[in-house]
Every structure is written in C-alpha cells, then in structure tokens.
C-alpha cells in the first residue's frame, strides 16, 4: 500500500519564526490532507489540497502531485500552533477513500 | 466545530467489557469513517459506511462492529477489551457523494481507556 512520511518527526521554534513541514508519499492520490492535532487530542483540518497551492492566514500548502509531495508552511508561529501535523492521502488505487495518515511532524512553539 | 459530534468524550472501562462509541455526521453527509489512534500504531482506518451500508474495513478487530442507522449517525461497537483497546477513537464524515475526492472532517474523538 501507499506510504506517507513526514519530515521532519520533531520541530522545535521560536516565537515568530517559520517553518516548512514536508510529506512524501510514495503512489498516485486522489486527495490529501494537512490536519493540526492539538494539546487536547482534536483533529482540525486545515487544507484539503491534493494539488496546487492554498493559503489560509498565516498558512499555506503545496501539493505537487506528479513529484509525490506536499509542504505546509507555517508563518509567525505563535504557541498556539503547537500540536502535531499530520498529512493523509487517499491513494489512487484506494477502494472507498480512507485516508491514509503519516506519523506526522510534532511543533512546540516556545514563547 | 467540524459539525461532527461523537460521544461520550471520554470511557472508563475494565478489560472483557463491550462499549459503545457514537458518531453523529456533518448534516447530510452520507460517508462515515471510523479512526482509531493509538500510540503504537498512530492513527489507522478501521471501517467506512456509505448511507447505511458497509463499503470499506481497515484494521478492525473481529471484535469490533459498527452500524450506520437510517438517520445516518454510526455506532463503533468494541467487545472483550483488552488493555491494548485504549486509544483514540475518530470518526469523520464527508459530502453527499460516494467516492474517494470527499474532504473528510473529524469529529472530537472518545478517549477509552481499558484497566
């Protein structure tokens, strides 16, 4: 099956400071999402982008779909973007379209 | 607030008991997806309905079922557990039409947890 890895498993910031959360994944997609965890365990979706570029305040994403990547760039952290970032694909192939998660990428903004 | 609720928030229970998890959907979404999170295994598909009907199973446990009603909410049903059940469990919905381009949104999960 599909195989979705994150780089990189950790990041630890500054306030104010920015960063680029990369997802490889090795087949065809059909969608891909970028999710936020946060402290309390919720899942916030933050892009639904399985190609192009979107923006969204402080955040954007990139999916290059014929390359097998995404990026999520996160601008002017703040602490409150601390949690974990996962992408999920759809593989191509995917029978129903479950998504299929990477191990994500853990971000602790410091103050 | 994705629109999707799930309850209880929280389950307390002892190993050999059954539980049930609930998941109500984004109005008129048809598609129900179950997650389970755990810390070994990070975050794995367990099964998908489609307005009533089973169409996909991940992961699951011959010990777990669940059900899509006609008034669309799910229900995750988790028999014999065991210590190794206490996760995370999700459940997400997505738009009208069957298909895998669907963004999916999460609903708040239940945190059991098996003594």
């Known amino acids: 099956g599909i195989q979705v890895e994150q780089s990189p498993p950790d990041l630890i910031l500054q306030e104010g400071a920015n960063s680029t959360l990369r997802c490889n994944f090795s087949?065809?997609?059909?969608?891909l999402q970028w999710f936020h965890q946060n402290p309390w365990g919720q899942l916030i979706n933050l892009f639904y982008?399985?190609?192009g570029t979107k923006q969204n305040g402080r955040l954007s994403a990139t999916t290059v779909a014929t390359e097998r990547y995404s990026l999520l760039y996160i601008s002017s952290s703040q602490t409150t973007d601390s949690g974990v970032y996962f992408c999920?694909?759809?593989?191509?192939?995917?029978?129903?379209?479950?998504?299929?998660f990477g191990k994500g990428t853990k971000l602790s903004v410091k103050p | 607030d994705s629109g999707v609720t799930q309850t209880p928030k929280h389950l307390i229970t002892a190993t050999g008991q059954r539980v049930t998890l609930r998941c109500s959907p984004r109005?008129?979404?048809?598609?129900v997806y179950w997650y389970q999170q755990s810390l070994d295994q990070g975050l794995q598909f367990l099964i998908h309905?489609?307005?009533?009907?089973?169409?996909a199973k991940g992961n699951i446990l011959e010990r777990f079922s669940a059900q899509q009603f006609p008034d669309l909410h799910s229900e995750l049903n988790l028999s014999s557990l065991e210590l190794g059940d206490s996760a995370l469990y999700f459940c997400?919905?997505?738009?009208?039409?069957?298909?895998?381009?669907?963004?999916?949104?999460f609903g708040p999960g239940t945190r059991l947890t098996v003594l």
């Open positions: 109005s008129e979404d048809l598609s």
């Open positions: 087949d065809s997609v059909n969608n």
């Open positions: 982008i399985p190609s």
């Open positions: 999920a694909v759809v593989d191509y192939g995917g029978s129903q379209g479950n998504l299929i």
């Open positions: 309905y489609y307005n009533g009907e089973e169409r």
């Open positions: 997400a919905s997505s738009s009208r039409t069957s298909g895998v381009r669907n963004e999916q949104f």
